[in-house]
């Protein structure tokens, strides 16, 4: 159904541990993105990548710390996160990073951070 | 500043009746608006959009509305079916501090359709 998959799913990790999410695009995208999705709470852009060069940071602190070694591929990785930090993570896709080409996002993964 | 803000945070609807869910911006330079539907366990999904040279458009079962007067837009859905119970998002263009374009969303309306 999707173009973008997203693993793992769930992931539950302590404030200490090193883990890493993982996006993938199988549409011939150009740029990808990561928005956090909390409860209650607008989606909120962490990221853009268009052509492996990000080209936005939206102040997210470095305890994340994206990776995209090529346009269909997009990590993120994560250490000594805070319990603030659960939330469903939320890839994106899309031709260009104009924003009237359409965004295709993957089902998430939801973080728990105890 | 910029904010998207939406009215009501669930709507319930009957069955075969027409929703309308409302959403209010307050960048009024803003120039492109989206709407997306997010089913539960699934990402957000690219429903309709709007420019602002446009008043109106029309989709499958849906509307959107544009009132730039009022920096208002709605989403407004045909003939409900159980299928469209989601959450529904408006986003609105806006430009980051990089100076690229970037979507800022709304919180969301949860719609559930009342068999």
């Known amino acids: 159904e999707t173009g973008v998959t997203q693993t793992p799913r769930h992931l539950v990790m302590g404030m200490t541990n090193k883990k890493s999410l993982k996006c993938e695009q199988h549409?011939?995208?150009?740029?990808m993105y990561w928005y956090k999705q909390s409860a209650k709470k607008p989606l909120e852009l962490m990221f853009v990548?268009?052509?492996?060069?990000?080209?936005e940071n939206n102040s997210v602190p470095s305890r994340f710390s994206p990776e995209c070694p090529n346009s269909s591929h997009l990590f993120l990785h994560l250490h000594t996160l805070q319990p603030e930090d659960s939330a469903l993570y939320l890839c994106?896709?899309?031709?260009?990073?104009?924003?009237?080409?359409?965004?295709?996002f993957g089902p998430g993964t939801r973080l728990t951070v105890l | 500043g910029e904010s998207v803000g939406l009215h009501l945070p669930t709507l319930s609807v009957q069955e075969g009746d027409n929703s309308i869910i409302n959403c209010a911006y307050s960048?009024?330079?803003?120039?492109?608006f989206i709407w997306y539907k997010q089913e539960s366990g699934k990402g957000p999904q690219f429903i309709i959009d709007i420019r602002s040279n446009m008043d109106k458009r029309q989709g499958q079962r849906v509307t959107v509305l544009l009132n730039k007067t009022v920096k208002h837009l709605s989403l407004q859905i045909a003939a409900t079916q159980p299928g469209d119970s989601a959450v529904y998002f408006c986003?609105?263009?806006?430009?980051?501090?990089?100076?690229?374009?970037?979507?800022?969303f709304g919180t969301g309306t949860r719609l559930t359709i009342i068999p």
């Open positions: 960048n009024s330079a803003s120039d492109y």
């Open positions: 994106a896709s899309s031709q260009s990073h104009r924003v009237i080409d359409t965004q295709y």
């Open positions: 990548y268009n052509f492996k060069e990000q080209t």
């Open positions: 549409l011939g995208h150009n740029a």
């Open positions: 986003a609105e263009l806006n430009i980051s501090n990089f100076g690229n374009e970037k979507l800022t």
